[in-house]
T-cell receptor, first 114, second 115 residues
């Protein structure tokens, strides 16, 4: 069965600091990888996704993520965070059986201090 | 992106009553919708896959008689929590998307509080 782990439960940063949120997955086959963000009081939104090709993917709002197959990782990065990036971030993976195998990580809460 | 909307966003009910939550795809047709439950400070747990015109597929451990799912049209799926109890209090989220891209769009969520 698939599983997704995220390294940190809560990350606190000051504005302009660099961000890296860890995500590791466990799955034996081809995977599609996602990062979703949930701003306070809002619904989940897609930040970026990886299906194939260039393992470094760029998403919205300056976020990027790198797929490292050998490490089963898909870490999220942003060079300089803003207060508005305060949110909950979820890594997710889906395998061959789209939907029913769409598994979310436990989430990482990011708090950016002004 | 596509829009998925849930209603109500917040509902409080008495123990023993039933509550219906609607999930609508506003600008696309969804043959498949997904219902999740999110416990405080935890991730989303897939409850069931709702299929238009057929029975929902429930995940292991989810009571199908308690959480009734109806997907009567290509834009609407409903989740009915029957005979709700305080332990059913949670945040329920639906999603829909496209099979060929594997991309899901999420509703705003519905917070259920059972007194």
């Amino acid at each position: 069965a698939q599983s997704v782990s995220q390294h940190n439960h809560h990350v606190i940063l000051s504005e302009a600091a660099s961000l890296e949120l860890g995500c590791n997955y466990s799955y034996g086959g081809t995977v599609n990888l996602f990062w979703y963000v949930q701003y306070p009081g809002q619904h989940l939104q897609l930040l970026l996704k990886y299906f194939s090709g260039d393992p470094l993917v760029k998403g919205i709002k300056g976020f990027e993520a790198e797929f490292i197959k050998s490490k089963f990782s898909f870490n999220l990065r942003k060079p300089s965070v803003q207060w508005s990036d305060t949110a909950e971030y979820f890594c997710a993976v889906t395998g061959d059986n789209y939907g029913q195998n769409f598994v979310f990580g436990p989430g990482t809460r990011l708090s950016v201090l002004p | 992106g596509a829009v998925v909307s849930q209603h109500p966003s917040w509902v409080i009910c008495k123990s023993g009553t039933s509550v219906k939550i609607e999930c609508r795809s506003l600008d696309f047709q969804a043959t498949t919708m997904f219902w999740y439950r999110q416990f405080p400070k935890q991730s989303l747990m897939l409850m069931a896959t709702s299929n238009e015109g057929s029975k929902a597929t429930y995940e292991q451990g989810v009571e199908k008689d308690k959480f009734l799912i109806n997907h009567a049209s290509l834009t609407l799926s409903t989740l009915t929590v029957t005979s709700a109890h305080p332990e059913d209090s949670s945040f329920y989220i639906c999603s829909a998307g496209w099979v060929n891209t594997g991309e899901l769009f999420f509703g705003e969520g519905s917070r259920l509080t059972v007194l």
